[in-house]
């Protein structure tokens, strides 16, 4: 079985673009979670998407959002970045419930400038 | 909400020898999971613990949950230069439907 993968890799943007970053969860799995990781911050929980419907939101600003299609696949978007916003973005993927566990892809490694 | 405190931040090791590393909660524990991640990259998942008292293991790493300390603790059996990176333990708080996670404890085993 595939595990989650997330595209981009590595990101380079300047301050005030916008960037979107892409999920796709483990076949079978409805639900994705997308986390910032800083060296300061740590692991952050910034929003849950299951069966296309937003769950549960972190404490972020609303330049942070997202989405969640019809195949589960997910995508994030930050807009008007700032350098703040660099950081290890990872997404997670399970099969939907409360317990079950929580499976996550690489990253994307956002650098704003 | 809810925190999770893990100690040690770091641990130094040799190889061979025991290490045991702790997640402590400042609220109730409605599940917990434990995970390991190579600097900069995904976290992979180890174990999950959601019954007062049940323990785990995958290969060398054992992990156990107290429900009533709110503290789950990791332990590595004879570790290897493999078993280096950082542990993450993180919390499904039901209130909200999220994760919580700790700040971490990273784990160098020397040769």
């Known amino acids: 079985k595939a595990g989650v993968t997330q595209t981009p890799r590595y990101l380079i943007k300047t301050r005030g673009q916008q960037v979107t970053l892409s999920c796709s969860p483990i076949?079978?799995?409805?639900?994705v979670s997308w986390y910032q990781q800083t060296p300061g911050q740590g692991l952050q929980f910034l929003f849950e998407y299951f069966s296309e419907t937003q769950r549960n939101k972190g404490n972020f600003p609303g330049r942070f959002s997202g989405r969640q299609f019809s195949n589960s696949r997910s995508e994030m978007n930050v807009s008007t970045l700032e350098l703040g916003d660099s950081a290890l973005y990872l997404c997670?993927?399970?099969?939907?419930?409360?317990?079950?566990?929580?499976?996550f892809g690489p990253g994307t490694r956002l650098t704003v400038t | 909400s809810q925190e999770l405190e893990q100690s040690p931040q770091s641990l130094i090791v040799q190889e061979g020898k025991n290490l045991t590393i702790n997640c402590t909660s400042s609220k109730t524990l409605y599940g917990l999971y434990w995970y390991k991640q190579k600097y900069g990259e995904g976290l992979i998942f180890l174990m999950m613990l959601q019954k007062g008292g049940e323990e785990k293991s995958h290969e060398k790493i054992t992990a156990k949950l107290d429900e009533k300390k709110q503290q789950s603790s990791l332990h590595i059996t004879a570790s290897q230069p493999s078993h280096a990176g950082i542990y993450l333990c993180g919390a499904l708080n039901t209130n909200a439907g999220k994760s919580t996670f700790g700040d971490g404890t990273t784990l160098t085993v020397k040769p």
């Open positions: 076949s079978g799995h409805r639900s």
């Open positions: 997670a993927s399970s099969l939907g419930g409360y317990f079950y566990e929580q499976y």
